[in-house]
């Protein structure tokens, strides 16, 4: 069974960081590329980044492009979303998901349950 | 990369079917078969309920059914029960690489 847990989110000040993890479990976690989805409260899903197998490759909305950072650790099945200069409108449950390919994400297969990062002053 | 376009709100009775729209652009929804949609139930993750356009993921009603013509993407849901009631969501892979949602549509069971 896929399982997906995240830790990390927090209550952070504008301008603030905050690194998320996903822990993985369950699928060959070096054959699959890893995504980020967000949803601020009450609003709809949001892409937020999603990262190649090897790590090497890595795609960002442009919303967070040039303050977030995805990386993954293969020997501990882990992906991770380092965030830097956060913005009040960057409140939202964070959804880390599996894709089903290893480059790009087509598609959001399982997800895991959410932590609530909140940004505020 | 604009939102995809979904209708805010559907509703049907029990027993009946039900269809919600997916329209994006030849950027996306137009330009590849990677279009799925999703289900979330209030304060729970999303399921993916279909996948490449019409695919269906082990587990998941075949009352449960997708399609897409030119640049628009539809979720039909069959034989509605009351369960089904929850807000639904699109996404397409885009020529940028990323992936786009749709804002979402509130399906109510009557």
């Known amino acids: 069974e896929v399982q997906l847990v995240e830790s990390g989110g927090a209550l952070v000040q504008p301008g603030g960081s905050l690194r998320l993890s996903c822990a993985a479990s369950?699928?060959?976690?070096?054959?699959?590329?890893m995504t980020w989805v967000r949803q601020a409260p009450g609003k709809g899903l949001e892409w937020v980044s999603v990262?190649?197998?090897?790590?090497?490759?890595?795609y960002y909305a442009d919303s967070v492009k040039g303050r977030f950072t995805i990386s993954r650790d293969n020997s501990k099945n882990t992906v991770y979303l380092q965030m830097n200069s956060l913005r009040a409108d960057d409140t939202a449950v964070y959804y880390c998901?599996?894709?089903?390919?290893?480059?790009?994400?087509?598609?959001?297969?399982?997800w895991g349950q959410g932590t609530l990062v909140t940004v505020y002053s | 990369q604009s939102a995809l376009t979904q209708p805010a709100s559907v509703s049907g009775s029990p027993g009946q079917s039900i269809t919600i729209s997916c329209t994006g652009s030849?950027?996306?929804?137009?330009?590849?078969?990677?279009v799925s949609w999703y289900q979330q139930h209030p304060g729970k993750a999303p399921k993916v309920m279909i996948y490449?356009?019409?695919d269906r993921p082990s587990g998941v009603s075949n009352r449960f059914s997708g399609s897409k013509s030119g640049n628009t993407a539809s979720l039909t849901i069959s034989g509605l029960l009351a369960e089904d009631e929850a807000d639904y969501y699109c996404?397409?892979?885009?020529?940028?690489?990323?992936?786009?949602f749709g804002g979402g549509t509130k399906l109510t069971v009557l």
């Open positions: 369950g699928f060959t976690f070096d054959r699959q590329a």
């Open positions: 996404s397409s892979y885009t020529s940028s690489h990323t992936l786009v």
């Open positions: 998901a599996k894709a089903p390919g290893g480059v790009v994400v087509t598609s959001c297969d399982d």
């Open positions: 490449d356009v019409s």
């Open positions: 990262i190649s197998v090897s790590g090497g490759v890595t």
């Open positions: 030849s950027s996306d929804v137009g330009a590849y078969d990677y």
